[in-house]
């Protein structure tokens, strides 16, 4: 006897476009506090709250100060929430907190974010060409009502423009005692270890050691397609690969910790001290693939 076909559709349930800038109750304050109160829904990362309704030195307030958690990292972003299509005065604004929270606080990196409703087709292409020169990522905000509940879904229209993979000035070099008292003794080892699985596919690499990561060398020559921080208790390996759907899930499914993935164009790995040989094949996976793009 044939089983009866479940009905997938039983459950279903329209969702509703909602137009902020014309909801009597769902208006940007509301937008904000939500942001606020979960940075991570924007899609830039685990992000937290540095500050709300910042006052800027004869410009207003800047919506969100939002920051990397991770003190390696120093990053903040500069975020405008504006509802409705895009306009000249929210970009130029966005612009403007974004280059004085820069020139306040240079010792972090500092990216533009604007939130809005619709980013029409004539102010994306300003924006891109504003996005050679300055870090601007660009967020199309949909509000939807589904049965009782409303949300918000943020798709990344512009995003930060990549420069390739150049290396610039070395940071300062240190020594394996700087790392091993900055870390611990037991997290540069294993540093050693994940060096070891590199060199199974390149026998020519070495360590590195430099004042802000551990990166690696070929020949005399940076070439670090991964890099490692080594802290107290574990060590962050950044993979230096492009981000996607696959590579998330697979990290997921394997439960290593993933921080963030950078502007760099890396995937950030907070790894105990027994991942590395529990993880190992997975790793070497991941840095090979680097590799490979990276000596393309």
């Known amino acids: 006897m044939l089983e009866k076909a479940k009905d997938f559709t039983a459950n279903f349930v329209r969702a509703e476009r909602i137009s902020l800038k014309l909801h009597p109750e769902l208006n940007e304050k509301w937008v904000q506090g939500l942001i606020a109160k979960e ?3 924007l899609g830039l990362g685990d992000l937290v709250l540095r500050d709300k309704e910042r006052m800027q030195p004869r410009a207003g307030r800047l919506d969100l100060l939002l920051e990397d958690p991770d003190p390696d ?12 299509p895009t306009d000249e005065t929210h970009i130029i604004r966005t612009i403007e907190y974004w280059d004085i929270e820069r020139k306040r606080y240079p010792q972090y990196d500092h990216c533009a974010v604007l ?11 300003v924006i891109s060409l504003f996005n050679g020169t ?18 918000l879904v943020f798709t990344r229209v512009i995003d930060v423009l990549k420069r390739g993979l150049e290396e610039g000035p070395p940071p300062p070099p240190t020594d394996r005692a700087y790392w091993e008292h900055k870390g611990s003794a037991g997290t540069v080892q294993l540093a050693d270890e994940l060096l070891k699985i590199v060199r199974e596919f390149d026998a020519k690499l070495q360590l590195s050691y430099n004042k802000h990561y551990i990166g690696i060398f070929q020949n005399g ?7 490692f921080a080594p802290k107290k208790n574990t060590i962050n390996l950044a993979i230096r690969l492009e981000q996607s759907d696959d590579i ?7 439960g290593i910790e993933k921080l963030s993935h950078a502007q760099d164009g ?12 529990k993880h190992r094949e997975f790793l070497k996976k991941l840095m090979k693939a680097a590799y490979d793009t990276f000596t393309a």
């Open 266 to 277: 890396a995937y950030r790995l907070s790894l105990q001290m027994n991942d590395v040989a």
């Open 248 to 254: 998330d899930n697979e990290i997921e499914e394997a």
């Open 73 to 84: 990292a120093e990053r903040r972003y500069e975020v405008e929430i504006q509802l409705g």
């Open 134 to 151: 300055i870090p601007f990522i660009a967020l199309q905000m949909q509000a939807l009502r589904v049965g009782e509940h409303n949300t």
């Open 221 to 227: 020559q940076p070439l670090n397609f991964c890099r």
């Open 115 to 125: 939130v809005a409703e619709d980013i029409t087709s004539r102010f994306f292409n």
């Open 39 to 41: 940075p991570s829904i």
